[in-house]
Structure formats: C-alpha cells, structure tokens
C-alpha cells in the first residue's frame, strides 16, 4: 500500500509557487533578457495562471526585483558558507577575491544586469533596485567584519567600506565587460592578480606606516 499523502498546507503552497515564479523569473532573465521577462513568459514558465502570477505580485517591478533579492540572498549566504569552510591556512584575502569573482561569473550577476541597465530608463524599477544594491553592500560589510576581525591585517589597515567598494568596482567592471557570449576584452586572471598584489602592497606600506618602519 503506498505511503499516505502529505497535504500541504496553504502557507507551504503559497510559498512554493512563489519561489517557483522568482526562479522562472530569473531563469528568464538570464536566458532571454530583460525585455522578453513578461508576466506571461514567467507564468509559462512557472507553471501558473496570469492571475495567480499577479496575486503574489501585482506589478512586474515587484516580480523582477524580488527575483533578483531572492538569488542575492542565496548567493550571500553560499558565500558566508564557502568561506567558513577554507582551510585555516589558506589566504583568506586571496580567496575572498577568488570567491566573490566566481560569484560574479554565474548568472545572477547577468540578472542583476539585466534590471540595472533597465533601471536607468524605468522609474519603477530604479528605486527598487537602488534599495537591493544598499542592503547588498550591508549584508556584505556584515559579512567583511565576521571574516575579517578588527585584530586581522586586512580589515585593521584597509577600511571596509573603501575595500568592498574597490573590489566590488572591479569585479562589475570585468563581468561587464565580458557579458556578450564568447568575448573577453581583458585577460580577467591576470587583472585580479595584479589587483591581488595592489592590495598587497598597499597593506603592506600601511604596515610599515603604522610600526614607523
């Protein structure tokens, strides 16, 4: 006799074709852009009816940036996840480069694109998106202090809103670039190497300041 079904409650259904519609949403982002992302393409994909789409979201700026917020939050905290899991001996500022770079090179920095690029044109998503970027950089100079304590180097000698700024600055310009398919303008691992020694020696002088060396 097989098992007895589960049902499901109404909060766990109502739930799932939420996530079900911010995953199409930004499944379709990612695969078609910005312009083809309709309520109706999402609703095929989701495997929903128009009108429940816009029950759980009434206006397409909501849909677009709550996918975005939601892949931003799973990638912050895989992020959080990768890097408690380095090994003791690693470098951690070499690897918090690494990581976040192979952050940068997977699809939800080519959705967040997407509606940044269309922001510029679009009240309605402007705003939205401009709150996503401010509670990205919070959630990620929380996330700068738990790895990098007051008492390590790195975060002692070089301010971690300056820091995240200039890496972040880095790694949009180098997704950017490389964003139409099969074009690379630079050769991306030699510029985070050489970005890795600036650091470096930027630490390094800061040091030598701060002993009177």
């Keep these: 006799m097989p098992p007895p ?3 499901r409650t109404q909060a766990e ?3 799932d074709t939420r996530r079900a519609l911010l995953d199409a949403t930004f499944d379709a982002l990612v695969e078609v852009g910005f312009k083809a992302t309709t309520t109706t393409e999402v609703a095929h994909r989701a495997g ?3 009108g429940a789409l816009l029950h759980h979201f009434p206006t397409k700026a909501d849909l677009l940036t709550g996918a975005v917020t939601h892949s931003f939050g799973r ?3 895989e992020y959080g996840l990768l890097m408690a899991d380095l090994d003791p001996t690693t470098d951690k500022l070499d690897a918090a480069i690494d990581l976040l770079w192979s952050m940068y090179a997977r699809p939800t920095f080519i959705a967040w694109h997407e509606l940044w690029v269309a922001a510029r044109t679009d009240p309605d ?3 939205p998106m401009i709150e996503i ?6 959630a990620s100079e929380l996330l700068y202090t738990q790895l ?4 390590d180097d790195a975060a002692g000698k070089l301010d971690k809103v300056i820091g995240l700024n200039l890496i972040y600055a880095l790694l949009t310009g180098l997704a950017t670039a490389r964003s139409i398919p099969g074009y690379e303008p630079f050769r991306t691992e030699e510029v985070l190497d050489a970005f890795k020694a600036m650091i470096r020696a930027y630490l390094s002088t800061a040091s030598s300041t701060s002993t009177g060396r």
């Design 125 to 127: 998503l402007a705003a």
């Design 13 to 15: 259904r109502t739930a």
């Design 148 to 151: 990098f304590p007051a008492t």
């Design 75 to 77: 990638r912050i905290e």
């Design 133 to 138: 970027d401010r509670q990205f950089m919070v």
């Design 48 to 50: 929903v009816s128009l």
């Design 5 to 7: 079904r589960i049902r």
